[in-house]
């Protein structure tokens, strides 16, 4: 029972973090509001974490392993590399909107504060690698426009899902919308 209980706390704190995290990022979170959001006290944080660095690296790694996930969802094979792309971009930009730990690795992974932790880089280089391997296959096979050179493309992709609303466009703008938008503008319908 106990390492249940143990376990549900983690989880709780990984959580609050990772609101605080992707609202304020790395230097803006404090711990005193994570534990103040959920009724724990800053001795429980440090049981389950040594500091803000280590429960940072936590939110990254669960983006990783979230990541992985939605990479390796099996796509039909006559979908082929066009339609992987956009089932991946889909399945990146509801996770981007709906699930917040995964919204705060991501807005760590861009943040220097970490540059220590070796998960920070590792997240959004597989991204940006994977993603453009994607676009160089779809070009290939003619699923996809060749008008951008596939790290311009890619870039473009993850850019309109990971960055979040902009100054001057509407705050409730969700990640689906941009991708939409993305698609729309290159010509290419929605996803």
């Not at 376990?7 to 609101?19: E, K, Q, Y």
């Not at 597989?126 to 003619?142: I, S």
């Amino acid at each position: 029972m106990s390492q249940e209980r143990s376990a549900r706390t983690r989880r709780l704190l990984l959580r609050a973090a990772a609101v605080e995290f992707a609202a304020h990022g790395y230097s803006g979170a404090h711990l005193k509001t994570v534990v103040a959001g959920i009724g724990m006290t800053k001795g429980a944080l440090y049981g389950h974490f040594a500091s803000k660095a280590a429960l940072a690296e936590s939110v990254l790694a669960e983006g990783v392993r979230t990541w992985q996930d939605l990479r390796s969802v099996p796509v039909a094979p006559r979908a082929g590399a066009g339609g992987e792309l956009r089932r991946l971009a889909v399945r990146l930009a509801r996770q981007m909107d709906d699930d917040v730990v995964f919204r705060a690795a991501v807005r760590l992974a861009s943040e220097p504060q970490l540059t220590t932790c070796d998960v920070q880089s590792d997240l959004l280089a597989d991204m940006t690698e994977h993603t453009t391997a994607l676009v160089v296959r779809a070009q290939r096979e003619g699923s996809l426009t060749a008008v951008f050179p596939p790290e311009t493309f890619s870039g473009l992709l993850t850019a309109a899902i990971l960055g979040g609303p902009q100054p001057g466009v509407d705050a409730g703008t969700t990640s689906r919308a941009r991708l939409g938008g993305l698609w729309n503008l290159i010509g290419s319908g929605s996803p």
